[in-house]
């Protein structure tokens, strides 16, 4: 039995198991990003890494599928490296962070203005609309910015009011209108 085990796990070299596991971890991240890009409209860069991504798959899935039977092995690491793939691409995903974001503060008029100031001081464009909440009057302020510095804009809303409702949207169509600094077009 223990013949069987050791054949198992040794049936391929360790370095080709290692070139299967990165192989498929770089190919998952880049199909990864390519489906989170054209869902957000950037079109042709999924199309350019949609032409590495089956690259890879087409030399590394025949790899895998070519003697299957005598190492299965193979096609384990071809399926660990998959599940490390979608996790490496979405973290990839958040860390370069394409597209925009509506941002929406609600807070009281008071605190609000000084958030509105603060946001234009800081190059934001801001649009604000008078808003009855439960209790008070209440300030809606939206600001459209680059996602890549939401964590930033969100921190400079905190530190001048920790009780103000932020809600932040992902937009797939923005046309018009400000956005301040970062990159106007991406290759759409």
Not at 40 to 68: C, D, H, M, P, Q
Request: net charge positive.
């Amino acid at each position: 039995m223990w013949e069987v085990i050791k054949d198992f796990f040794t049936a391929s070299p360790w370095w080709e198991l290692l070139l299967i596991f990165c192989s498929r971890i770089i190919e998952v991240s880049i199909g990864t990003l390519r489906i989170i890009l054209v869902n957000k409209g950037y079109r042709r860069i999924g199309a350019f890494l949609a032409f590495f991504e089956i690259l890879l798959w087409v030399f590394v899935a025949s790899r895998v599928i070519t003697n299957i039977y005598e190492q299965p092995i193979r096609g384990i690491v071809y399926c660990l490296g998959f599940a490390f793939g979608v996790y490496v691409g979405s973290r990839l995903e958040s860390k370069i962070a394409f597209g925009k974001v509506l941002i929406q503060t609600i807070t009281t008029e008071e605190m609000g203005m000084l958030i509105v100031a603060e946001l234009r001081n800081h190059g934001y464009g801001v649009t604000t609309v008078k808003a009855q909440g439960k209790d008070n009057e209440k300030l809606v302020i939206m600001v459209y910015a680059n996602r890549r510095g939401k964590d930033q804009l969100i921190n400079l809303i905190q530190n001048i009011d920790d009780r103000a409702m932020i809600v932040t949207n992902d937009l797939s169509t923005l046309q018009g209108g400000y956005i301040s600094s970062g990159w106007k077009k991406f290759v759409k």
